[in-house]
């Protein structure tokens, strides 16, 4: 089924320890973004990538980097985990940059750092 | 960041029933969406709305945008179980990026 696909779903860290998620899309969207969503304070977006070549930070970047890879790729990275990030983490894809046509999210990754 | 303001924050509710809630915030928005999003899912578009005082429906839903560009309301008629879920307002301030509520979660009881 066409739509973005993240993995893993779940991962436990330890403090320190660094890690990729990945996030691929097959609906041919220029526009990519990476948001956290912790309980009562709804989705917040980490970074995007409006086309593919580029990226920009969001609103809460400290402690993540990010990979375009190609068209079909957006990877998200943690150098050094850190509890803080305990979260759930979701891609998503949009058309154009900026469309009002909203976004097409993954089903997530939880992630835990000990 | 921007801040939107969605309530009420949980509602428990009789199969049948009607349920209403709303997004506020100070800024003004040029596009309003609804989004659902289900247990261990990710949220899924329910309606977009894109100029003040627009009135959208998707079958049970309907959703307005709000005439001063800084609110937006969304309304369930006769609800069911599978409305279960949280439901997130999204504003569009500027052409590239959408500020999320913070989330309704909806508890239907059969």
């Known amino acids: 089924n066409a739509g973005v696909t993240q993995t893993p779903k779940f991962q436990v860290l330890k403090t320190g320890q660094s890690m990729t998620l990945q996030c691929a899309q097959d609906?041919?969207?220029?526009?990519m973004y990476w948001y956290r969503q912790d309980p009562g304070m709804g989705l917040r977006l980490i970074y995007y990538?409006?086309?593919?070549?580029?990226?920009d930070k969001g609103e809460v970047p400290n402690g993540y980097n990010v990979s375009r890879l190609n068209k079909r790729e957006f990877s998200l990275r943690l150098e050094s985990a850190a509890p803080s990030q305990t979260s759930v983490y979701f891609c998503?894809?949009?058309?154009?940059?900026?469309?009002?046509?909203?976004?097409?999210f993954g089903s997530g990754t939880r992630l835990t750092v000990v | 960041g921007q801040q939107l303001n969605q309530s009420p924050q949980s509602m428990f509710i009789q199969e049948g029933e009607d349920v209403s809630m709303n997004c506020t915030s100070s800024?003004?928005?040029?596009?309003w969406l609804w989004y659902k999003q289900d247990p261990g899912e990710g949220p899924v578009l329910l309606i977009a709305l894109y100029k003040a005082g627009e009135l959208t429906s998707n079958g049970r839903l309907t959703a307005q945008f709000g005439i001063t560009r800084k609110d937006s309301f969304l309304n369930i008629s006769a609800s069911i179980p599978s409305d279960v879920g949280i439901y997130f307002c999204a504003g569009q301030l500027n052409f590239n990026k959408f500020y999320f509520g913070s989330g309704t979660k909806l508890n239907v009881k059969p």
């Open positions: 800024s003004i928005f040029n596009t």
């Open positions: 998503a894809s949009s058309g154009t940059f900026g469309t009002s046509y909203g976004y097409t």
């Open positions: 990538s409006a086309s593919e070549g580029t990226t």
């Open positions: 609906m041919n969207h220029n526009s």
